[in-house]
């Protein structure tokens, strides 16, 4: 088979396996998890052959015109290049590992066919995504994930919570995607053609008239997807979804969807400096923010959701500062770690029945309990806090490298305000995810106080996919050396500066948080906290749904614990409370967006209720009077109409008489 | 036979019934007056058929026909009647035909909502029928 044939079977596989899922879903229960998982490990393998063929070397094109559509045409194109390649075997991977995870982990779900399908065409869309060389093609795949990030998020819709983060990752992502949608057909415009290449053609020639305005357009849907502030308000809340779907959407799909898009059409961005201050403006606000964030939460999935926030802010500053090639490999390598923190999350909150840390503390051996998910923790962590030789070591320091070369104006065509912001931003985040990374291993496994409930071994499937996740974690890093190739051929090896910095302050973080908690950690005990939902025999997923239901009634908030015993609320001091509610932005679009839309609602409501009905209500009135009147004649006495109806007949005889006498 | 004397008969007949009909309260009354309608449109019948085939050469004496019909008619209108009259005298104790008011118009305040009007008619109809009873 040819590259082209293969790369058109990697999006297309996931996708027939989810239309057989959804439509055989009900009738060949048996069936089911083969379809999940046989589509997406095929598209595995075939997305690394098509890696090995295209082997970093020129990109393949491929393009099609089914129909006609007007002015610019709209192509089914393929566009591979080495990050095409690369995204893809990522993916493919995380997707596998996550379809894997998942038939242990919703083991005895109900809804589990049509979840595991509409998984398969989360998959199929980013794939599509990845490899397409048409801008409208992309789009179709981008809102595909949209609507099945609602789906998913909305897993356990009996929750009011799942409800409410299902409607918002949905909206809050749909406000990025019409600016988004509209930034497209500027581009298209001015470039006239849909097609990648030709647009990144069009930017070199310098065709495109306002690439600032088109940039920002598009940041906007990107900042959407990519989870960017100010629209990263639904990712800590889409953690009330499963466990399974976290890893996917923060590993490989969706938010790496946003980063993706800018990488590939990186020149246009480059083309205007404005965007690119912008860009870097909202990373370093995005990982500083982000940061501080994390250390706050109670939820220990809404400390992994932050720490996405802040790791994707990594990659759109490596962005901002111009070297995609840093942006991907940390897309690369966040996505092998944090789909591992994620799935090694579930089996913890499985294990401890609680997603609160506060009461994972207050809970002996849990790490004996689990040691899969402990040891692989400990790993997937190291590298999120970039220790070397980890894998988020090296590509965090190709992107802290970059902005340091961009902020001594090494680089070409990119501001040196950006670099310096991403550089700083980088290092204050640095410390704070070290911090946080510390203070979640710690409270999560270094407990003190009763035995957490016992629920049996954890299944075979959920434990080994965390191993085969912990191998690239540990040595993706290793490849930095090769990436290059595939990439724009700037080198990805760490530098001697931004490394020591960089761990430095990582070690710092480490290390203070590890002497808060020590000094914090005595008063654990003399403060009783926590509530457990033990189902010994039920599957993981029920387990979880029930912590996250329970955890507002027992603490409060989704967010927060009132844990005095937390370290973070020593290093955080004052910012600890708004930093746990996100530093109150829901608050603030609430006010913005939220009230003004019900408040319009309640007008509209009036108008219809008391103008327009009130038309249609004297528009019926005559009509009934009317009927009165005939009403009353209706007296039920059958004498009476036949009196009516001689009378009738009478006059109308005289009528006809005096008619034909001509009187 | 002068065609006036059977044509003020008839008239007189049916004068005579539609009286009836109109004016008894009856219900079996209110049905003879209608066979004595029915019988002066006969009359008619028969005494026009006998003067228009005087004048004609050749006559198929349809008027008679029709005449027979109408007795076939009315024979089996008669004892439709009777029996329903009868069913209602079983049910309601009562034949006179002003108290059958079942289905007339409630009476009441004008409702303004379809949802109103639909509950006092059913009240109102359920009190008439169990008055009727009674």
Known sequence: MTTTTLAVLVPLLPFLGAAAGLLLGRAAPGFVRPLAVVPTLTALVLAVLVAVRQGGDGAVDAATELTPTGSVPVELALHIDGFAALVAVLVGFVASCVQIYSTGYLRDDPRYPSYAALVSLFTSAMLLVVYSGDLMVLL??????????????????????????????????????????????????????????????????????????????????????????????????????????????????????????????????????????????????????????????????????????????????????????????????????????????????????????????????????????????????????????????????????????????HAERIPVAAGWIVLIAGMATALLTAAYATRLWLLAFRGHGAEAPDHGKQPLTMTVVLWVLAVPSLAFGLTAGLLPDWFDGRELTPTLTTSVLGTGLAVVGGIVTYGTWRHTTALAARAPLGAVAAHPEADAAQVEAEAIASHAPAYGDVAYAPDPADPSRLLLGPLHRPAAVGFHLDAVYRALFIRPVQAGAALVRFLDREVVETYVRGAGALPRLLGAAVRRAQTGNVQTYVSALLAGTVVLAVAVLLVATGA | MHLAYPAVLSALLFCTGLYGVLARRNAILVLMSVELMLNAVNLNLVAFDVWLSKAAEETLHSGQALTLFTIAIAAAEIGIGLAIVLAVYRNRGTSAIDRLRDTAEPHGPDNDGPEGTDGSEDTVTADEKAEATA
């Open chain 1, 140 to 409: 179709v795949g981008w809102e595909i994930m949209g609507i099945c990030s609602y789906f998913l998020v909305g897993h356990y819709w009996e929750t009011p919570e799942a409800r409410a983060a299902s409607l918002k990752a949905f909206l809050v992502t749909k406000l990025g995607d019409v600016p988004f949608l509209i930034g497209l057909f500027a581009l298209a415009t001015d470039a006239g053609s849909f097609r990648i290449t030709r647009v990144l053609g069009a930017v070199a020639t310098g065709a495109i008239d306002h690439p600032t305005l088109i940039a920002l357009l598009l940041l906007a849907g990107v900042a959407g997807k990519s989870a960017q502030f100010p629209l990263h308000t639904w990712l800590p809340d889409a953690m009330a979804g499963p466990t399974p779907v976290s890893a996917l959407i923060h590993a490989a799909t969706m938010v790496a969807a946003g980063v993706y898009f800018i990488a590939r059409l990186l020149p246009l961005f480059e083309a205007s400096a404005a965007a690119l201050v912008v860009l870097a403006v909202m990373a370093a606000v995005t990982m500083a923010g982000s940061g501080l964030a994390a250390l706050a939460q109670d939820d220990i999935k809404r400390v992994l959701a932050y720490s996405t926030i802040g790791q994707l802010g990594y990659m759109t500053g490596a962005l901002a500062v111009g070297d995609r090639g840093a942006a991907v490999f940390h897309l690369l390598a966040h996505g092998a770690f944090k789909a591992l923190l994620f799935l090694a999350a579930g089996v913890i909150i499985h294990a401890a029945g609680t997603n609160s840390l506060a009461a994972m503390s207050r809970m002996k051996d849990l790490r004996n309990r689990v040691p899969d998910a402990y040891w692989t923790m400990t790993v997937a962590l190291l590298a999120l806090a970039a220790i070397p030789p980890f894998s988020g070591f090296f590509s965090k320091e190709a992107v802290l490298a970059t902005a340091e070369h961009a902020a001594t104006g």
